[in-house]
T-cell receptor, first 113, second 115 residues
Framework: AQSVTQLDSQVPVFEEAPVELRCNYSSSVSVYLFWYVQYPNQGLQLLLKYLSGSTLVKGINGFEAEFNKSQTSFHLRKPSVHISDTAEYFCAVTGSGYSTLTFGKGTMLLVSP | EAGVVQSPRYKIIEKKQPVAFWCNPISGHNTLYWYRQNLGQGPELLIRYENEEAVDDSQLPKDRFSAERLKGVDSTLKIQPAELGDSAVYLC?????????????FGPGTRLTVL
């Protein structure tokens, strides 16, 4: 069984400040990890993914995430956020031999001027 | 490249009425997923197709939900009859599954409101 915990339901931050959205997972098999973003009334857009190799993964819109196997974490970071980054962010996990993505409950990033 | 297309985008019905959602995946993608996203939650898988075959429908409430993917391309998800608790966003995703894991691409979703 797999599960994902997103530790913060909301993260308020000022424009141009750095941000970290936290994600912890549990899985009994090797994992593949994803971050998706969902803007209001839209579907999910892939930000980045970790499949193997380097533990630091760079994605679109200046986001990056680091896979930490010992801490079972995959936190999402951005050094300087924009108003347009305001959205819901979902962490998801799947495992070797699985197709089903298990999502966290999401973190709402609120960027204010 | 066109993304995953879903229709309608919004649907409001009264309880006990039937409703259907349509999804056209990205061209060439062999795997299609239907998810349900309740308010304030992440998406949860309802059913997964590989080509025409439903390979994982363990979370689909089969007493009222049905799905089909004729010819292994587009798909329809139906609810009959709808209940108040079915109000949610229904997301379709597709992927090209070869080996290892695949990356799923999502459509904009259909927001269903059951009154």
């Amino acid at each position: 069984a797999q599960s994902v915990t997103q530790l913060d339901s909301q993260v308020p931050v000022f424009e141009e400040a750095p941000v970290e959205l936290r994600c912890n997972y549990s899985s009994s098999v090797s994992v593949y990890l994803f971050w998706y973003v969902q803007y209001p009334n839209q579907g999910l857009q892939l930000l980045l993914k970790y499949l193997s190799g380097s533990t630091l993964v760079k994605g679109i819109n200046g986001f990056e995430a680091e896979f930490n196997k010992s801490q079972t974490s995959f936190h999402l970071r951005k050094p300087s956020v924009h108003i347009s980054d305001t959205a819901e962010y979902f962490c998801a996990v799947t495992g070797s031999g699985y197709s089903t993505l298990t999502f966290g409950k999401g973190t709402m990033l609120l960027v204010s001027p | 490249e066109a993304g995953v297309v879903q229709s309608p985008r919004y649907k409001i019905i009264e309880k006990k009425q039937p409703v259907a959602f349509w999804c056209n995946p990205i061209s060439g993608h062999n795997t299609l997923y239907w998810y349900r996203q309740n308010l304030g939650q992440g998406p949860e898988l309802l059913i997964r197709y590989e080509n025409e075959e439903a390979v994982d429908d363990s979370q689909l409430p089969k007493d009222r939900f049905s799905a089909e993917r004729l010819k292994g391309v587009d798909s329809t998800l139906k609810i009959q009859p709808a209940e108040l608790g079915d109000s949610a966003v229904y997301l379709c995703a597709s992927s090209l599954r070869t080996s290892g894991t695949d990356t799923q691409y999502f459509g904009p979703g259909t927001r269903l409101t059951v009154l």
